[in-house]
């Protein structure tokens, strides 16, 4: 893009108009560099379809085909699934590429048992800096919670469910948590999956996910923390239930 502009400037010199064409370059070339930082970057993609479960657990990721199939280059994919690795999500094999890096039960138990400290933290941190306008909005989210567990539509709770994962993150106002955090959180994903995929234990849930809400809207940071705790210490106990 710079190479276009950069060679345009001569042109326009030698007509002695140089203002006219760069008057309204300036607004295009904006547009189209926020065009392409809203995009989503391959490592975003990648990482994407290994939460969703697109690629199972010690699936081999192979750069050639995720270079054909996310439509970038080997280097691009290469970097991508370095960062991913440093995630934890990725696993590289000496002379043998990448992998999806399966997650035991007790790795997730341990992953779950960090995120109960941090994710408490981020909640009683929401409550206290909440504003008028962000309490109503977490209120109709809890409202949105609600009515899809009522009408069985789990995919939409589940959606809904990372949503308030990452407004909580946000409302905390805490950098190095929501970092911790997000690459937690997408290490166990498939795990939780199984669970959220259960009627019983999305009713049991949205409740839990009710009271962290109503204890951030009160601005009671202490009872948002707690409210946390227990209901990560019911995603633990459901996984060993799971498991058993």
Sequence with gaps: MSTVLGEAAPAAAAEAVPET???PAAPAADARTAAV???PSVTDVIRDAIVRGEYAPNQRLIEAD????????RATVRTALLELAGEGLVERLPN???RVRAIS?????EILEVRMRVEGLC???????VTDDEVAELRRLRDDMTESVAEGDLVEYSRLNRHLDVRIRDLSRHATASEVLGRLHAQIVRH???LSSRPQRAKVSVLQHAAIIDAITARDPEAAEQAVHRHLQ???DALRELAS
């Design 21 to 23: 064409p760069a008057a």
């Design 37 to 39: 930082a809203a995009e």
């Design 66 to 73: 995720l270079s054909s199939t996310f439509g970038a280059s």
């Design 96 to 98: 043998r590429g990448s």
């Design 105 to 109: 039960l007790d790795e997730a138990i």
């Design 123 to 129: 909640a009683a941190k929401a409550a206290a800096n």
């Design 192 to 194: 939780q999956f199984k």
């Design 234 to 236: 019911s995603v633990i």
